[in-house]
């Protein structure tokens, strides 16, 4: 159990309209605090008024890129209930996260009473209109003022919430894809399985690429032979083929979703078979597409949940999947699972957590 100290602002900001909330441009009135020091372990945690950090230029997370992030939300019931989805599988991954960086973990229970915590103190931030939330974003970063290179022995572990609008706006609407075959998001031995900056900073270039091109977002592919097809920016990515439902392995180059691992276990429980042992390849996707039995694709991850894709270009095709409309299957996870966060179907599993 944290000893966790809470200082309130004096000075509680304005509320933003939450029907123009969008992603990412607001932040509540505090944040949640913890230091890390050699020797003494995490310390004095802390909620405090949401404020600017001050460190020291020489701090190594400017310098090695030595951080993770999470990043989950809170939801709030038409009962006025808030309540959170599976925050212990985050806290896990950010144990992984925190060992592959040889940054100092965290235990489970108290980074799940510390997203409670803030989430307590700012709860009337979380918005009530439909299919709004409040944005958690717990990350770490070395803090030790060193320009050796060398794990720091310093770091401050961080929670600001930022209340977000509905991801779709208008309903589900299909995403445009395009498979990279270019630049590569991680490959075997790196960094692809864990959550961490450096992973975006290096999906930029890809990312844009896209985006001139009328794309909106990058399908990655294995960065050994560019054939295998593997996640979609910052979401796993399902492709129903003759009735079987496949995803890419997480076997060290995929970021192992909490989204995807909730699909497949749902998916499962409905009777679908599963395949998120073999790797697919895009040739195989293509192909699909050619002969009829590409039946639908789609994207998870925390922010969207489940995001239908209606177009994919690769080398100079484009293919059409299901018409460009949103599939049965997409349809019914996005419907389950946002059923579940949102506290309108039972949690019969167990993956909601109340504040
Ligand atoms: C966070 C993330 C996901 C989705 O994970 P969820 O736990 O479902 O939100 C997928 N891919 C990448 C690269 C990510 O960073």
């Known amino acids: 159990m944290l000893d966790i100290t809470i200082t309130r602002t004096t000075a509680p900001k304005q509320k933003p309209d939450e029907n123009h909330l969008g992603f990412g441009h607001f932040y509540t009135d505090h944040m949640f605090i913890m230091d890390y020091t050699a020797g003494q372990g995490w310390h004095s945690p802390r909620v405090v008024?949401?404020?600017?950090?001050?460190?020291?230029p020489a701090a190594m997370v400017f310098h090695y890129a030595q951080e993770s992030f999470e990043g989950l939300k809170a939801y709030r019931t038409a009962e006025g209930q808030v309540q959170l989805f599976r925050p212990n599988k985050n806290a896990e991954r950010m144990q992984k996260t925190h060992e592959r960086l040889c940054i100092p973990t965290i235990p489970v229970e108290d980074f799940v009473q510390a997203v409670k915590a803030l989430?307590?103190?700012?709860?009337?931030?979380?918005?009530?209109?439909?299919?709004?939330?409040?944005?958690?974003?717990p990350f770490t970063i070395a803090t030790e003022a060193h320009l050796g290179v060398k794990p720091s022995d310093a770091y401050q572990f961080i929670i600001i919430?930022?209340?977000?609008?509905?991801?779709?706006?208008?309903?589900?609407?299909?995403?445009?894809?395009?498979?990279?075959?270019?630049?590569?998001?991680?490959?075997?031995?790196?960094?692809?399985?864990?959550?961490?900056?450096?992973?975006?900073?290096?999906?930029?270039?890809?990312?844009?690429?896209?985006?001139?091109?009328?794309?909106?977002?990058?399908?990655?592919?294995?960065g050994i032979e560019r054939k295998y097809v593997e996640e979609v920016g910052s979401m796993n990515c399902f492709f129903?083929?003759?009735?079987?439902?496949?995803?890419?392995?997480?076997?060290?180059?995929?970021?192992?979703?909490?989204?995807?691992?909730?699909?497949?276990?749902?998916?499962?429980?409905?009777?679908?078979?599963?395949?998120?042992?073999?790797?697919?390849?895009?040739?195989?996707?293509?192909?699909?597409?050619?002969n009829g039995t590409l039946e639908e694709i789609f994207g998870t991850g925390t922010a969207a949940v489940v995001s239908p894709v209606g177009k994919l270009y690769y080398e100079g095709t484009e293919i059409t999947v299901g018409n460009n409309e949103i599939g049965p299957v997409t349809q019914r996870l996005y419907d389950t699972l946002t059923g579940i966060q949102w506290g309108t179907l039972p949690d019969e599993k167990g993956w909601v957590v109340t504040i």
């Open 161 to 222: 919430a930022s209340p977000s609008g509905a991801y779709y706006a208008e309903g589900l609407n299909p995403v445009k894809i395009y498979v990279e075959d270019e630049y590569v998001r991680a490959a075997p031995g790196g960094t692809g399985a864990i959550k961490c900056g450096g992973n975006y900073a290096a999906s930029l270039a890809g990312q844009t690429k896209a985006h001139a091109m009328g794309y909106s977002q990058v399908l990655w592919l294995d």
């Open 240 to 290: 129903k083929i003759n009735g079987v439902i496949r995803t890419a392995p997480c076997s060290g180059t995929v970021l192992p979703g909490i989204t995807r691992m909730s699909c497949i276990e749902l998916l499962r429980d409905w009777g679908y078979t599963v395949d998120c042992e073999t790797r697919l390849s895009i040739q195989e996707v293509m192909e699909a597409a050619q």
């Open 49 to 56: 008024p949401y404020q600017p950090l001050l460190l020291d």
């Open 119 to 137: 989430v307590s103190v700012d709860a009337d931030w979380v918005p009530s209109a439909p299919g709004t939330s409040l944005y958690l974003r």
